[in-house]
């Protein structure tokens, strides 16, 4: 069944990613009347498809690729129902439905069949552990998308040219909020992520953890992280500046990413 | 001229100079009195007087005779006839309707896409009702008046970017800042369109108020005005950087801000970002300015490229207005027409629900002497519901063909069914009277059965 509301969820995140264009570009409210409910019922359809999956599994954890691309993308929507609801903005949905559309397309194909080696991924601590670090990862790119649009904005208000196709792009203050907000909240929900994995693998790895690739490169970024955070804070950075620091911190959560395959500690099955 | 029919009479700023329409002009107190009087003119049945610094029109239903209501100007605004008439226009019916669209759409305003236009007809509306001079005439076209001018300002873009100077500034402005609350700004020199941007400012919500000028009485006059503080002009490059938004409009024959104060300003703002507006011939900031990253200047001729954009972009969404007018207009002209069908309808069914219960008595009579028991209720309520079936069914598309005749405003077609319906219940009333006079020794001629029924 779980497989069923994950395929009307992204029938629902298809609907609001072709209604996503003009509701956003040419600001056609009718277009927005269908673009918002379709995101909020893909979401709810989402949400329910995997506490089915987890609930069925009698597991806590979602493993694989397609399972982790789909609560990636259930993060990525709820992010941005959340700028919705504070900052009444879509634009940014405009860029989260399709990503959300696409991450959840091969999951809606099919799950992988998983057999567990592993009693750890049945604790209630690694989902916090993997929802965290994947909340951190969305809001790092909300975060990068707010200053790409920054940008943009900044580069239309310099010039005084008002290409009509960029109407839509919120005011620098939302953009800077919303990018700040989403470090602020990506930086907790990282150290949340790293603290409880750094425990649970003290009890289950031992010290081995730390010589791991991607536990490595997880430090990093949440070192870079702190200094974007500190630099943002103390000097006010905005514009091309918070882009390139953004970008950076991106890459590295790319590698983190793409770490998995070297990754002995992150293996709990066998497809 | 009937009920249901509408003329509007009146002069708009296209029609006739500020000279005349202010001599026409209605002012709010005034205008329940004037409705009053107008709905009493001979031949009023409905009346609504829209008055605007644009405009002052008459919008009425006639009761029969045509109304005077060139006199009814001349008598009351004291006009003399020869000098209101080359500049007054008359729309009737279809091209009323049209035109009230229109007018409330703002597409007939000086400034098209303005949105005060809709305000007016809404409040000029609410008068003529308060004084009894709105009915289901005007009711009707003033609901459809106000839908199409809310779908015109949903389907398109009229009035989605601004035209004038100080409305732009202040989109500018929301822009880089988002809302404006609690925004500072900051007046150096103290020119009427700054001051008007500063207004337009405070109204979005922008809360401090700053003022220097190299008169200081001025200065003292304008920040009051604000309840806003005066800067002392000495003091301008300290002060500065407090302002998120700075207007300037002073007489300087050299530049006031240049680079390097950007830069200054940007260091002790912490990067918050800054809005020069430069109104100021010859300007005030240099225009190199804008290069400091987190300060973004617009000049006079910056702002007036923007307005021309706008107005351009307008004109593209007025013809895009003018077609879904254009749509109303006959939607609205195809509801009034389906009134018409009401009383052929009505007439038919009534006709036809006489021939229905003249046989159903009928029917029982022959029964009665086929049977010794009478039917049960239930019986003769499935007998009613059958015929009554067959009748709606029968009836069906001589109902469609009837509506879409009025709906099309064939009124020839309408009259041709009318008639038709008109000859076959003189041909069944005949045919049933002399069927009763037969009906009583025998029973009924089968070629009269199959006349009724075709």
Redesign the interface.
Known sequence: MFLLWLRVAAVCYGIATVCALPAVLY?R??WVKVFLPAAMAGFLFHFVSIAELLSEAHRWMPVGTREMQSLLALLIVGAFLLIWLRYRTVSFGMFALPLAFLLVLFPAIGLERYTFSSPLVRGGWIIVHVCALLAAYAALIFSLLASFLYLL?EKR??D?E?P?FLTW??????MN?IGQRALVIGFHCMTVGLLIGSLLAQESVGPAYFRDPKVVLSFGMWLLYIGMLLVRRT??????RAVYWSSLVFLVMLSVWAANIFSSVHRFSVP | MGVGSLLLFGVNHKSAPVELRERLAISSAQLGDVTRSLLQVPGVHEAMIVSTCNRVELLVCPDGDAPDLMGFLNGFFAVDGSVLAPHVYEYREREAVRHLFRVASSLDSMVVGEPQILGQVKEAYTVAKSVGAVQSGLEKLLQNTFNVAKKVRNETEIGGSSVSIASIAVDLAEKIFGSLEKKKVFLVGAGEMSELAARHLVQRGASSIFVANRTHERAVRLAAEFGGHVIRFDDLYTSADRADIIITSTGSPTMIFSPEHGVQFMHRRRNQPMFFIDIAVPRDVDPEMNRVEGIFLYDIDDLQSVAASNQTGRAKEAEQAEAIIELEVERYQRQLNSRDAVPVIRELQQSVETMRQAELRRAEGRLRTLSAEPLSDAQWAAVESLTRGMMNKFLHPTLQAIKAAAAEGDTAKLELLRSTFDRKSAVYTSAHLSLAAIDSDSEPPQHLSSEEES
């Open positions: 600001c409210r009718r904005q208000l310099k005084r008002r009509s792009l919120p005011p620098l203050e939302t909020q000097t006010g950075l905005r514009g091309r």
